[in-house]
């Protein structure tokens, strides 16, 4: 028995895989449309809803296609664009105004290529004139026009009025006013094209723009009202002269005698006025031009006669300067020599001489003492030898003076005695003369006993003498304690109050000469 066969023939499949011309991304001008055409599949399904294989599209947008078999999908997206007729713009790195010197870059966008009205067909040209350009793009399209102007620019020019230098009165006020250009900045912060200002200084005004700066410093200055001076060409007005009177601190100048102008000459003393005018006000002032004369030299002195070891001032008037025979040039010299002094009086007006004599004092003291020692009391006469005097007067040392022109003294006490006589002339000039007198006092004696016992007898302990002006005895034990100190040197020191024994005696003694001596020793107290 035949067994039936059949046969049965399988094929390979394969995914779909889609392509799309004109391709995937795909620019069209405004208004036209373009026809997307897919291929690789059997059957297509579109973004659109389309199942062709192409479709035809005028907007701009994505569109997918997609095929799907028992192997696979395939899907491609197309992004279509759409493109205007080209706006061309032109741009400067810079403004549109070009300064003197400068250059600037004009740049155009919005097409593909590019030309410009002077041949260029760069996107950017470099330019240093002003003018107008315009370039014409291209693109895919169409075609498009654009220009520019630069315009030329120039540096700012400021002009300030009422000028540079302006000059105001004392309360007053200036406006300055700048023009010349758009915009202003002054030194006092200020942006306005006029200040108005009332103070000294300098003030500045200042613009720049793109093609530079231009500044421009006003000088203020502030006038007070005229302060009017007069001054001469001499202080007084000599006999037969003339003197200049200048004035100054004003503008114009109007003098009491009529005169006019600033400086005038005059022959005669007197008060001279003049008026100043200035375009703030007037003033005056006054100038008192003394009367000179040609001076008379006179010298004064206290005396004519210079006294030994002395001096002498002597005095010049009569004039404003002073020349001495001696080279001093003040008013006054001082000498110590005898002889004829002459000073030279000078002023604006000439000069004179004068001549003083000095002479010297023959004045000289000189005196003899009949004894010039001796025992105290000591008595002394004395003869004035002296020569060429009229007053005598004697300091004999011991405080005891005398105007006698012969005198005589007596010294109570011994010492040194210096005796000085001084002797005066008409002049008021003195001299002296001295000689020393040595008197002698041999009658202090100091006790080594006493005996306190009322009889009268040694019942102190004192000393005496004419030479002790003062005193002073400290008596001690003996072992060394004070037991009293007292100057009463005459009345003494009677021990009632202390007990017999040996003390012991220190004395210091002030001699009428003014020396002093010292004295001690031991003293025995009998009971």
Not at 163 to 172: A, D
Not at 286 to 303: D, E, R, W
Not at 463 to 471: D, E, Q, V
Request: with cysteine; glycine share 10%; aromatic share 8%.
């Amino acid at each position: 028995m035949r067994t039936p066969t059949a046969t049965a023939t399988i094929t390979g499949g394969t995914a779909p895989n889609i392509t799309v011309t004109p391709g995937t991304n795909v620019s069209i001008c405004a208004g036209q449309s373009v026809t997307l055409a897919a291929s690789g599949a059997s059957s297509y399904q579109w973004s659109t809803g389309a199942t062709t294989s192409s479709i035809s599209v005028n907007t701009a947008g994505t569109y997918t296609v997609s095929s799907t078999n028992a192997c696979g999908t395939s899907s491609v997206t197309i992004n279509v664009t759409q493109t205007t007729t080209p706006v061309v713009n032109i741009t400067s790195n810079s403004g549109t105004e070009i300064c003197p010197g400068q250059s600037l870059t004009l740049t155009a966008s919005g097409a593909s290529t590019y030309v410009w009205s002077g041949g260029q067909t760069t996107p950017s040209i470099t330019i240093n004139t002003a003018g107008t350009y315009t370039v014409t793009g291209t693109s895919s399209c169409g075609t498009a026009s654009n220009t520019i102007t630069i315009t030329a620019g120039t540096a700012p020019s400021i002009s300030v009025s009422p000028g540079t230098s302006v000059n105001i009165c004392s309360g007053q006020s200036a406006t300055l006013t700048a023009s010349g250009v758009a915009t202003y900045l002054w030194s006092t912060g200020a942006s306005t094209a006029s200040i108005n200002v009332s103070t000294a200084g300098n003030y500045t005004v200042t613009s720049s723009n793109a093609c530079g700066a231009d500044t421009v410093v006003v000088n203020v200055t502030v006038t007070n009202t005229p302060s009017v001076s007069v001054t001469s060409s001499a202080t007084v007005i000599c006999p037969g002269q003339s003197a200049t009177l200048t004035a100054s601190g004003a503008s114009s100048y109007s003098w009491s005698g009529g005169q006019t102008g600033s400086s005038i000459t005059v022959s005669t003393a007197g008060i001279y006025t003049v008026t100043g005018t200035s375009t703030c006000g007037t003033a005056s002032a006054t100038y008192n031009l003394a009367q000179g004369s040609v001076p008379t030299a006179v010298i004064s002195s206290p005396s004519t006669v210079l006294c030994n070891n002395s001096m002498l001032t002597l005095t010049a008037t009569g004039g404003d300067n002073y020349l001495w025979s001696n080279g001093t040039t003040t008013s006054t010299t001082t000498v110590n020599t005898p002889g004829i002094y002459a000073v030279t009086a000078t002023n604006s007006c000439g000069s004179d001489t004068a001549n003083f004599t000095i002479t010297a004092t023959n004045i000289d003291a000189a005196f003899a003492a009949n004894v010039y020692s001796g025992q105290a009391p000591l008595t002394v006469d004395f003869t004035n030898n002296s020569l060429n005097y009229t007053a005598s007067s004697w300091a004999f040392g011991d405080g005891n003076t005398s105007t006698n022109n012969n005198a005589s003294n007596i010294f109570n006490y011994g010492g040194t005695f210096n005796v000085v006589l001084t002797v005066t002339d008409n002049a008021g000039c003195t001299d002296t003369a001295s000689a020393i007198i040595e008197v002698i006092d041999d009658s202090l004696i100091i006790p080594n006993v006493i005996t306190p016992n009322n009889d009268g007898k040694n019942d102190v302990f004192t000393y005496s003498s004419t030479a002790i002006k003062s005193a002073e005895t400290t008596i001690f034990n003996r072992w060394g304690k004070k037991v009293t100190s007292y100057s009463d040197w005459k009345n003494g020191w009677d021990a009632k109050d202390n007990h017999a024994g040996v003390y012991y005696y220190e004395i210091e003694i002030q001699l009428h000469n003014g020396t002093s001596k010292k004295y001690h020793g031991a003293i025995n107290v009998i009971k």
